[in-house]
């Protein structure tokens, strides 16, 4: 797999969901925890495992000062907005506070956090409006539709017309339905407070259930993409040529394209290259496709099979650069 970098310093991101076919879905990409700009602190180590099921992340962080060194790490999530019209994006959960069912931990100990939340339509914070009239600030919340077919019309009508809220109409089989459905996103950040003393490693564990996009098909040698869009795909995920051919062998056995292949995407913001005081030390990275006749791609150099289906990347005085793209590819299930 070649080597072009797959880390981007970022500490706010956005990622919705673009217009999708009922066959795909999309995902957000979500990464790890970020600090306070410091000098003062070091990244000695950091283990990133990364499969379909979980991503887990153990950092070991040292102050590097003579004294206790108090500073907030946090976790951003990415802003998640639901299409209303094509909003087939993967959430993990449909729970307001927690969409990744994460789970930090500090020297083996559960660490209680800060939930920081706010809606925001076209730019514009619409927190307080929304909590006024009991509607939740998430907009892929179980009960956001409730809430807003039980507002009174004037208010309903009011919503519409700041665009903060659409209508929504159909027929799913018991007649034709009309309501009402979000048109904001949401903004979640955890925080909280960590001392860190002289010279004494801190080890934080960090670990939450992704969001996968998907395609019930596979993108890999696909006839109808254009060359660009060929050469593009390829690029993200490094795709190789045995994969390629692997997917056509596939094809020409089941006696259609992509041979029964189905795409999986992971994508990962790792946030904190540029807050340590100097390049993390060691970087460990492994991968797991989920199956041993799954099919993996990812850009990065040194790849090595620890395992049948796991993958492992080592760096030292690692800095990062730009984002990780993992594209796994399921094979079909023989019946």
Not at 10 to 25: E, H
Not at 160 to 176: H, L, P, S
Not at 191 to 208: L, N
Request: proline letters at 7%; one cysteine or more; aromatic letters at 10%.
């Amino acid at each position: 797999m070649p080597f072009r970098g797959f880390f981007s310093a970022l500490l706010l991101f956005v990622c919705a969901g673009p217009a999708l076919a009922n066959d795909s879905t999309a995902n957000f990409a979500a990464g790890g925890l970020v600090l306070t700009k410091t000098d003062a602190i070091e990244m000695r180590r950091e283990d990133l495992a990364i499969s379909l099921e979980r991503i887990s992340v153990d950092y070991e962080f040292v102050n590097v000062t003579d004294q206790p060194v108090t500073t907030t790490v946090a976790f951003p999530l990415p802003e998640i907005a639901i299409d209303p019209f094509n909003g087939n994006v993967d959430l993990p959960s449909d729970n307001p506070d927690d969409p990744f069912l994460f789970e930090t931990m500090v020297d083996g100990k559960p660490v209680e956090m800060t939930i920081d939340r706010a809606a925001y339509h076209d730019g514009e914070n619409v927190s307080n409006r929304l909590a006024e009239l009991g509607v939740p600030l998430a907009p892929f919340a179980g009960n956001v539709v409730d809430a807003l077919d039980a507002l009174p019309e004037a208010e309903q009508q009011a919503l519409v017309a700041d665009e903060i809220a659409v209508v929504n109409e159909y027929d799913a089989g018991k007649g034709w339905e009309r309501h009402l459905a979000p048109n904001w996103s949401i903004r979640l950040a955890y925080h909280w407070d960590q001392t860190f003393p002289p010279g004494r490693t801190v080890r934080v564990s960090h670990s939450y259930k992704p969001s996968v996009g998907s395609f019930v098909s596979t993108e890999v040698g696909a006839s109808y993409q254009s060359p660009e869009e060929a050469r593009q795909f390829r690029a993200r995920y490094c795709v190789e040529d045995d994969i390629i051919a692997a997917v056509k062998r596939a094809g020409a056995k089941a006696g259609f394209e992509g041979g029964g292949y189905q795409d999986r995407y992971i994508d990962y913001v790792l946030t904190t290259g540029a807050n340590w005081a100097k390049p993390i030390g060691t970087f460990r990275l492994v991968v797991d496709k989920g199956a041993a006749k799954n099919l993996v791609s990812f850009c990065a150099s040194g790849v090595k099979k620890i395992a049948p289906t796991k993958f492992e990347v080592v760096y030292q005085d690692f800095v990062p650069k730009e984002d990780l793209h993992v594209l796994i590819l399921v094979a079909p299930t023989e019946e």
